[in-house]
């Protein structure tokens, strides 16, 4: 999905948060968005998906503006995978639940009738049994998600994320909390399949796995590249080098 934010001006309980922001991002590009807590990580994420309205500028996504209508909204929500840091998985149904319903929007009458008696409406079993494979979650698809661990919760997160084959992947600190070894495979997870992914991130591992790092700092654009190392990380972070980064 291609994604153009032009000028993007976001003010937020009378303060600013985004300021002058203008990036575009190609189909298929896999970026990462570093900068200090409170920088406007989320919120540039939050613009993206049309969930917060920028004062001034313009955002488009595919060409559509998603503040334009609801319609406009809902049929670009559909192309998008969203996977959180505190995930939002739906307590007290399972994990196949959970991921079947990130498409309920295509859900027919008999479908609905056949996810709440627990069964997997047969147009969508091949690609369960895909995800299911790939995300190694196979184990856990019955259980209740309050009974996982956090990093099979985070699995079962990317696989709804991805079920649908959302065209643009939106991920906001979906690594962090995890161990180094998980949160790279994490990363893989959402990195393979070739949708554009966008991911904030305190964890320049991390980081250095994208071909491209924006950063964000006082609501505005400071680093847009290749991310080479510590050098970088003055520009970014200032005096506060180091206090919030994995080196
Ligand atoms: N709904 C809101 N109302 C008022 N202020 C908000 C709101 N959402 C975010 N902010 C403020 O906007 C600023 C940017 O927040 P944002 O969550 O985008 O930062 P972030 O870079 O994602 O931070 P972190 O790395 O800690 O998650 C912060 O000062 C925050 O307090």
Same mark, same amino acid.
């Given at each position: 999905?291609?994604?153009?934010?032009? +000028?993007?001006?976001?003010?937020?309980?009378?303060? $600013?948060?985004?300021?002058?922001?203008?990036?575009?991002? /190609?189909?298929?590009?896999? @970026?990462?968005?570093?900068? $200090?807590?409170? !920088?406007?990580?989320?919120?540039?994420?939050? @613009? #993206?998906?049309?969930? @917060?309205?920028?004062?001034?500028?313009?955002?488009?996504?595919?060409? #559509? +503006?998603?503040?334009? &209508?609801?319609? !406009?909204?809902?049929?670009?929500?559909?192309?998008?995978?969203?996977?959180?840091?505190?995930?939002?998985? @739906?307590?007290?149904?399972?994990? /196949?639940?959970?991921?079947?319903?990130?498409?309920?929007?295509?859900? /027919?009458?008999?479908?609905?009738?056949?996810?709440?008696?627990?069964?997997?409406?047969?147009?969508?079993?091949?690609?369960?049994?895909?995800?299911?494979?790939?995300?190694? #979650?196979?184990?856990?698809?019955?259980? $209740?998600?309050?009974?996982? &661990?956090?990093?099979?919760?985070?699995?079962?997160?990317?696989?709804?994320?991805?079920?649908?084959?959302?065209?643009?992947?939106? =991920?906001?600190? &979906?690594? &962090?909390?995890?161990?180094?070894?998980? !949160?790279?495979?994490?990363?893989?997870?959402?990195?393979?399949?070739? =949708?554009? *992914?966008?991911?904030?991130?305190? +964890?320049?591992?991390?980081?250095?796995?994208?071909?491209?790092?924006?950063?964000?700092?006082?609501?505005?654009?400071?680093?847009?590249?290749?991310?080479?190392?510590?050098?970088? *990380?003055?520009?970014?972070?200032?005096?506060?080098?180091?206090?919030?980064?994995?080196?």
């Amino acid at each position: 999905m291609r994604i153009e934010l032009r +000028d993007i001006h976001v003010t937020l309980a009378d303060r $600013p948060v985004l300021t002058e922001v203008g990036l575009s991002f /190609r189909e298929g590009e896999q @970026v990462a968005i570093l900068g $200090p807590s409170g !920088a406007g990580k989320t919120t540039l994420l939050r @613009v #993206i998906v049309g969930a @917060v309205a920028p004062q001034r500028g313009a955002v488009l996504v595919d060409g #559509i +503006d998603p503040h334009a &209508s609801r319609a !406009a909204l809902t049929m670009l929500r559909r192309s998008i995978g969203c996977v959180r840091q505190r995930d939002d998985l @739906v307590r007290g149904v399972t994990a /196949r639940t959970n991921i079947l319903a990130s498409v309920a929007y295509q859900w /027919r009458l008999r479908d609905w009738g056949s996810v709440l008696l627990g069964n997997v409406p047969r147009r969508y079993r091949d690609r369960l049994a895909e995800v299911t494979m790939r995300y190694e #979650i196979a184990e856990v698809l019955a259980a $209740p998600v309050e009974r996982l &661990s956090g990093g099979q919760r985070q699995r079962v997160a990317v696989a709804r994320a991805v079920f649908g084959r959302p065209r643009l992947l939106l =991920a906001d600190e &979906s690594t &962090s909390g995890l161990d180094p070894v998980r !949160a790279t495979r994490a990363l893989d997870d959402l990195q393979y399949g070739g =949708a554009t *992914l966008i991911a904030t991130t305190h +964890d320049l591992r991390i980081a250095q796995r994208f071909p491209r790092v924006i950063a964000l700092r006082d609501g505005a654009v400071v680093f847009d590249g290749g991310f080479t190392g510590p050098a970088d *990380l003055r520009r970014i972070y200032g005096d506060d080098t180091g206090t919030e980064t994995v080196a």
